[in-house]
């Protein structure tokens, strides 16, 4: 695995595809596995009323799920981290995340967005995203962002494992939600050579509101002024 790509001082805007990457199933959102299945027990949220103070447990959104703007995205389930750099980005301490955890029907959890990125080790953009990301995150955590990565491939293409993503997250610093996809769970939302990926959610709702490929670090595409958008409503 060629893991020396974290000492590269350079960034491609554009994201070069892996050698020989692996096949992976496109199905759509609904039927691709991690997702909520046949028999599953549905996630409760449990939220407080506003004007009443009393807490209800509201289930997250039913189907049917889509791919795309406008619809509302599964509640997928992952193995990742919810705070990396308090484990120490330790592999042996990954535990289970779903979409669900940051479902905020009442605002009882303080998030009005939930933005997922979804990055592979092998891609530059991904890298040059990342670095300009983690500096940015803090300030949107504030105003009511959260924030899921996702790492879908290593280096040479294959699936990623948890050494790649304890890699990835310790030469960032990253410390929001991260995740491992080796299934590629997000593949439905966009295409393998436009990596990254990045999605914008109503916390409120779990319906998708945008979803970009590429990265762009500035202007009116970027993910940091379509965020100052909605957060202006």
Not at 20 to 41: C, H, I, L, Y
Not at 113 to 131: D, F, H, M, P, Q
Not at 139 to 146: E, L, N, T
Request: aromatic letters at 12%.
């Amino acid at each position: 695995m060629r893991v020396h790509f974290f000492l590269a001082a350079a960034f491609a805007f554009g994201c070069s595809s892996p050698e020989s990457p692996a096949p992976f199933d496109r199905g759509n959102a609904a039927s691709s596995s991690g997702g909520a299945k046949e028999g599953d027990t549905p996630a409760v949220v449990p939220t407080t009323d506003p004007t009443t103070g009393v807490t209800v447990r509201l289930p997250y959104p039913e189907g049917p799920f889509g791919a795309v703007e406008r619809t509302t995205i599964e509640d997928f389930r992952f193995l990742g981290w919810s705070r990396p750099a308090t484990t120490g980005y330790d592999v042996d301490n990954l535990e289970p995340l779903r979409l669900a955890d940051f479902y905020d029907p009442t605002g009882e959890k303080s998030i009005s967005y939930l933005v997922i990125n979804s990055a592979a080790v092998w891609c530059t953009a991904c890298r040059g995203e990342y670095k300009d990301m983690v500096t940015k995150v803090a300030a949107y955590q504030a105003r009511g962002v959260a924030f899921v990565g996702a790492l879908y491939q290593d280096n040479d293409g294959n699936p990623a494992k948890p050494s790649d993503l304890k890699l990835w997250a310790s030469a960032y610093k990253v410390d929001f939600p991260f995740v491992l996809d080796p299934a590629f769970k997000l593949s439905a939302f966009f295409d393998l050579e436009a990596t990254p990926m990045i999605m914008i959610i109503d916390a409120k709702t779990m319906r998708i509101l945008h979803i970009q490929t590429g990265w762009a670090p500035s202007g009116p595409s970027s993910l940091w002024t379509q965020l100052d958008g909605l957060l202006a409503k």
